[in-house]
Nanobody, 124 residues
Framework: QVQLVESGGGLVQAGGSLRLSCAAS????????MGWFRQAPGKEREFVAA????????YYADSVKGRFTLSRDNAKNTVYLQMNSLKPEDTAVYYC?????????????????WGQGTQVTVSS
């Protein structure tokens, strides 16, 4: 069993930055791939970024590539999503997720555990 708790969401102006954190419980964290998805009102949940168990490989959606950076600290059981140059279209609830599958995995149904989500709102 893995429990995920996101934090760091909020309201920011376009062009600003936020850093989301996802703290995981359980001793298996270092063996899990971790990822972020987001869901805007009226839209499907979409893949944002993922990182493998060691942090050596990362994957990003084209819409965030070059602006978002995903990292992890296995000693702290935490992953971080640094979001820069935010745009109004980045507004969504952001969810942290974990999977035992080999990356890349972009379909949300292939991710086994989910956090409760954190709201990110980017004003124009």
């Amino acid at each position: 069993q893995v429990q995920l708790v996101e934090s760091g969401g909020g309201l920011v102006q376009a062009g600003g930055s936020l850093r989301l954190s996802c703290a995981a419980s359980g001793r298996t964290f270092s063996s899990l791939a971790m990822g972020w998805f987001r869901q805007a009102p009226g839209k499907e949940r979409e893949f944002v970024a993922a990182i493998n168990w060691s942090g050596g490989s990362t994957y990003y959606a084209d819409s965030v590539k070059g602006r978002f950076t995903l990292s992890r600290d296995n000693a702290k059981n935490t992953v971080y999503l640094q979001m820069n140059s935010l745009k109004p279209e980045d507004t969504a609830v952001y969810y942290c997720a974990s999977t035992r599958r080999a990356l890349p995995v972009v379909v949300h149904s292939d991710w086994g555990y989910w956090g409760q989500g954190t709201q990110v709102t980017v004003s124009s």
